[in-house]
């Protein structure tokens, strides 16, 4: 426990004054992605997506963000799959995105609904074949006997569909996470970071605050 305790990294890189940010979230989260795409960070997509179902249950995993625009952040995914089923029951969740080379992270807080099958469906059509032969051949987030099921699985939806369009199963697509919390976080010296939050008042409009770090 004592080397895990002393593990520890001092951020120096940058600072965050609320002079310095955009007046909307949206275009401040915009400002962020391109410094860090063009940082080269691996994964730069990658987020943590937070879910809870109705009676509080509290569950986290990585996914990936597709698109981000004036309604909010897009992900896509199995409806049936356990995340799916905590947003059905409260269609709440939080993002958080840790690019520790920038030495920052994004916290957002939202609202979720499905974006229209439209969306979905331009989406699925643009991933792998085998990507979308997976979206059939999963049931996510349901025990299963083992691999070669998984595999008996595939061989038999590539056999279903071969020679034919893949179209999206129903219970697949995706979710809009519409924000009305958005924290940035910029690491600084001695822990002292800086912590610039965005929330939306009853007006519609954004609030901006500093937190103490």
């Keep these: 426990m004592s080397t895990i305790a002393a593990i520890r990294t001092e951020y120096r890189q ?6 310095d940010v955009q007046a909307d979230p949206i275009a401040q989260f915009g400002k962020w992605w391109e410094e860090a795409v063009s ?33 909010g952040f897009v992900f896509f995914t199995n409806y049936e799959s356990f995340k799916g089923q905590q947003l059905l029951e409260n269609p709440r969740a939080c993002l958080v995105f840790f ?9 957002i807080t939202g609202l979720v609904e ?4 439209a969306e979905s469906d331009a989406y699925f059509n643009s991933r792998p074949e085998g990507s979308r032969l997976g979206a059939w051949v999963s049931p996510q987030s349901q025990v299963i006997e083992n691999r070669e099921w998984l595999d008996i699985e595939e061989a038999k939806k590539k056999d ?4 034919k369009t893949i179209v999206r199963p129903a219970n697949w697509g995706g979710y809009l996470v519409k924000p009305v919390i958005i924290e940035f976080w910029q690491g600084r010296p001695s822990r002292l970071h800086d912590r610039i939050q965005y929330s939306l008042n009853e007006k519609g409009a954004w609030q901006i605050e500093r937190l103490a770090p």
């Design 14 to 19: 940058r600072s965050l004054s609320e002079k």
């Design 39 to 71: 940082a080269q960070i691996e994964e730069v997509n990658a987020m943590t997506l937070a879910t809870a179902s109705v009676d509080g249950l509290p569950a986290a995993r990585i996914v990936l963000l597709k698109e981000f625009d004036t309604r």
């Design 99 to 107: 690019w520790k080379e920038l030495e920052r992270q994004v916290r």
């Design 114 to 117: 499905k974006v229209p099958a």
């Design 160 to 163: 279903e569909f071969s020679g």
